[in-house]
């Protein structure tokens, strides 16, 4: 089996290394900066659950046209980078790596993610993938996996046989490599997953640039914050109950189960935003705030919490970035 990661930073490299463990599969990747460090040494992953290891991919390439020039017939190609739309479409760059045999797996936070990916390659499978695995990359081929595993699969847009072959294929992969929490949803369960999590990152991520880089615990813990991010959450879930037109269901944590987690976790947590934010880099500020308020907003729902958010922030971005550019 050939398995393609494109974007192998923190996230595709942690699920790369783990899926490289499986006999008979090999799991290559497609690098942009790390490139030159992971195809010198390769990858060195710490994790508490899985101990420290070394990782050298199958291939490693410097970008898409090089994979493509290999000419294999992938089986899986997982797309890992950041969802930045404002930036690049990123699905023109997977041309000539898709076959009838290829499913699209994307491991990435945010909502509308997939639409690109199914415009351009309609007879695709795709699968549409939410993880809470927090992992970071503080060194190029550095991979340091903190906490949890937990991936949900669904296919998108609507389930099908093929899908859900790929799906528990890749399911089963990684449940044979210690990633037993790995499971696979019905695609509308899915899509509210990614709601979900959404509300979560909506309310984590801005809020600690805004209000001057505060960890997740001190966030909770000050009561005007708490208000604004249970404000926040409740505004998100509300919305996505009502366009998915699906209850809340019961594996999904409550907005005290989530704000309770948050109280309880280490001083000096951090939303993964709030590191773009301080290393100049573009925030997924569309896939996180600007497309639930699109799609919102179609259907007559406000949000007025993160239209707030996301205008400040956009004009945040651009500003530095005007600004930066004026003192070249
Ligand atoms: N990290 C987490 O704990 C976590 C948890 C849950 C969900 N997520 C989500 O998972 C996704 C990936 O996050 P991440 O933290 O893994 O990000 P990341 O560490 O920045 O990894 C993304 C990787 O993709 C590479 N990349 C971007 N565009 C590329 C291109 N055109 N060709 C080749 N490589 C390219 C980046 O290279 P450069 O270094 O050159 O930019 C980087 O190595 C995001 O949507 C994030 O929100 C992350």
New binding site residues.
């Given amino acids: 089996m050939e398995i393609l990661i ?9 699920y790369g290394s783990r899926l490289a463990f499986n006999k008979n599969v090999n799991v290559s990747v ?5 490139y030159q460090a992971v195809k010198t040494a390769g990858f060195s992953i710490t994790s508490q659950q899985f101990g420290n290891y070394e990782w050298s991919p199958a291939r490693t390439f410097a ?2 046209s090089e994979a493509r020039k290999a000419g294999l017939n992938w089986d899986y190609v997982i797309v ?4 930045l739309p404002d930036v ?1 479409d ?1 699905s023109q ?1 997977l041309a000539g790596l898709i076959s009838e045999r290829t499913a699209i797996v994307l ?4 909502i509308g ?1 997939e639409e690109p990916y199914a415009r351009r390659f309609p007879r695709a499978v795709i699968l549409s993938a ?8 503080p060194k ?1 081929g550095s991979i340091q996996h ?1 906490r949890w595993t937990k991936i949900n699969f669904g296919a998108y847009p609507g389930d099908s046989q093929q899908a859900t072959s790929k799906n528990n294929l890749l399911i089963d992969l990684l449940s044979k490599v210690g990633v037993d929490d790995a499971s696979a949803f019905p695609a509308q369960k899915l899509q509210l997953l990614r709601w979900h ?1 959404v509300a979560i ?1 909506a309310a984590f991520n801005p809020s600690s640039v805004l209000s001057y880089e505060t960890d997740n615990p001190s966030m909770v813990h000050d009561a005007d914050m708490y208000e604004h991010m249970k404000g926040v959450i409740d505004e998100v879930l509300g919305v996505a109950l009502k366009l998915t037109g699906l209850p809340l269901p019961k594996d999904f944590a409550t907005p005290q189960q989530i704000l309770d987690s948050a109280k309880k976790s280490p001083k000096g947590s951090f939303p ?1 935003m709030l590191g773009d934010w301080k290393r100049n ?1 573009k925030m ?1 500020l569309e ?1 996180i705030l600007g497309n639930p308020i699109k799609l919102g907003r179609e259907k007559g729902l406000d949000m007025p919490r993160l239209q707030t958010m996301y205008a400040l922030l956009k004009t945040a971005q651009a500003t530095r970035e005007q600004r930066s550019e004026s003192r070249l």
Wanted: hydrophobic fraction near 40%; proline fraction near 0%; aromatic fraction near 4%.
């Fill in positions: 494109f974007g192998a930073g923190a996230i595709g490299a942690f497609v690098c942009r900066s790390n970008n898409a890992s980078t950041k969802a690049s990123d760059l491991i990435q936070n945010g993610i939410v993880t809470i695995t927090s992992a970071a990359q190029h903190h999590k990152n993964s880099q997924e896939v």
